[in-house]
């Protein structure tokens, strides 16, 4: 991410959120601030040490994600005669959720409530056949829940939804004491491209100069998805690609959480290869042209087909793949042909890839292919896409592992890397990174 890279079409300067940009002269400040700013907040020292597990125990886990009394306050005004079914769908599991297109505030928060039902496998995380690689994807972690909840309903994180200017800063006297009038900040701007793809949040897609399919396209890789499938389900909300990557062995639980979610996924027309959704009637893909005629014939020959899939075409849709990646093998972007064809639909320079990583950087071992893997991705990408960024969840459990991800990605491969600076996340026990 370039300090200068303020272009495209964006909302003024906003101070939600700020970003802190870490050097390499300061990471050990910063990060000691950090892990000292722990001891300031009372409440962290009753969390459980579970090494950030959601739950160490259990084999199914129920999720809910639910918006702020506010967002709730006004959903209600708004629809005050569904809430009794709400309140029905809060006590079933994989019920469709309370959600539409229109489910979003002037902020472009999501204002919707998400149930899931995810499955777990404590089993094979503590196997050593199962898991030879020492993976810690088989179990939902805690630093997941904490962006999902922060990027959908915070108002803080604004910025990153909608693509906004934020407030930069580089100094070596960051602190909540300071006297920002006389302190030695160096405050610039930083362009921060939107997450999200939809109306609220300023629709890449209605522009009257995106024509001919032109549109700005918004697109996740989740780099070791894990076994929750809750990412991909939610944000796919409100993105037009979401690739979920992980170890084949991750692959299988995955695939199964997220479809057995799916109801929650309903803002958008799902297409899915890996899952076998909506991909075999031709909309998918312009390979099998055989079979994509066989359906528009079959289309034209059936009035009620043929209105369902108007109907279809009308609704935005999300292109959600499964697909394996290992780090410590990964060779070429170009040999994967989801990431080729995301790239190559990226023609309106509005257009963005955000790669999301919850939750991995927790040994030394894993860091310089997670970084081969990312810089790699980031290249492929940048070629043909100009906004491509990265955002790392890390748990702040072990101040080494942090400060050796930070100086190898500074120093190494030479990346810019941007601590975000939110109340609600400083008072966490997490920190998440803009690269």
């Known amino acids: ?87 029905r769908r809060r006590k079933g599991r994989n019920k469709k959720n309370n959600t539409s297109e229109d489910d979003e505030d002037s902020d472009g928060a999501d204002t919707s409530s998400y149930y899931l039902d995810i499955e777990q496998s404590i ?51 960051w602190s909540d004491n300071s006297d920002l009038e006389t302190s030695d900040y160096d405050f610039s701007r930083m362009f921060v491209p939107r997450l999200f793809n939809t109306k609220t949040a300023g629709y890449y897609g209605n522009t009257d100069n995106n024509k001919n399919n032109n549109k700005a396209i918004a697109s996740i890789i989740e780099l070791g998805s894990g076994i929750s499938g809750i990412l991909p389900v939610v944000l796919g909300n409100h993105v037009d690609n979401y690739i979920c ?48 005629e066989i359906n528009e014939a079959a289309d034209i020959a059936d009035d009620k087909t043929n209105k369902r899939n108007t109907q279809k075409r009308d609704k935005q849709t999300i292109n959600l793949e499964v697909l394996p990646l290992d780090w410590e ?33 927790y040994n030394d071992y894993l860091i310089t292919p997670f970084l081969e893997t990312v810089d790699k991705l980031r290249t492929f990408f940048l070629k043909k896409t100009r906004h491509v960024r990265i955002i790392v969840g ?13 100086e190898k990605a500074l120093v190494h491969f030479g990346l810019s890397v941007y601590l975000i600076d939110d109340p609600m996340l400083k008072a966490s026990i997490y920190n998440f990174f803009i690269i």
């Not at 970003?19 to 300061?26: E, N």
């Not at 962006?147 to 959908?152: C, D």
């Not at 929650?264 to 998918?284: H, T, V």
């Not at 040999?335 to 963005?352: A, G, L, M, Q, W």
């Open 245 to 292: 990557t992980d170890q084949k062995g991750i692959l299988s639980k995955l695939q199964s959480n997220i479809k057995n979610n799916l109801k929650q996924l309903n803002k958008r027309e799902i297409i899915s290869k890996s899952l076998n959704i909506n991909y075999d009637n031709g909309e998918a893909t312009s390979k099998d042209k055989k079979q994509q």
């Open 394 to 406: 890390v748990h702040l459990r072990n101040y080494n592992v942090i400060v050796a991800f930070l």
């Open 123 to 173: 089993t094979s995380l503590c196997s050593n056949t199962d898991n030879n690689n020492s993976t810690t994807g088989y179990v939902l972690w805690k630093t997941t829940i904490m962006f999902i909840a922060w990027v959908l309903y915070e108002e803080a994180s604004k910025p990153l939804r909608n693509g906004m200017e934020v407030t930069l800063l580089r100094n070596d006297s």
């Open 1 to 87: 991410m370039s300090e200068t890279d303020s272009e495209g079409p964006h909302e003024s300067v906003d101070s939600s959120f700020m970003l802190v940009s870490i050097q390499h002269d300061t990471i050990h400040e910063e990060m000691s601030r950090r892990f000292s700013d722990l001891n300031n907040y009372n409440h962290l020292d009753r969390m459980p040490q579970d090494l950030g597990m959601q739950d160490p125990k259990a084999c199914r886990l129920e999720i809910d994600l639910n918006p702020p009394l506010y967002h709730d306050f006004e959903m209600e005004k708004r629809n005050k005669k569904k809430k009794s079914r709400r309140r």
């Open 329 to 361: 093998t990964f060779k070429n972007a170009a040999d994967y042909p989801e990431f080729v064809r995301i790239n190559n639909s990226n023609t309106n320079p509005n257009s963005v890839v955000y790669m999301l990583a919850m939750d991995v950087i």
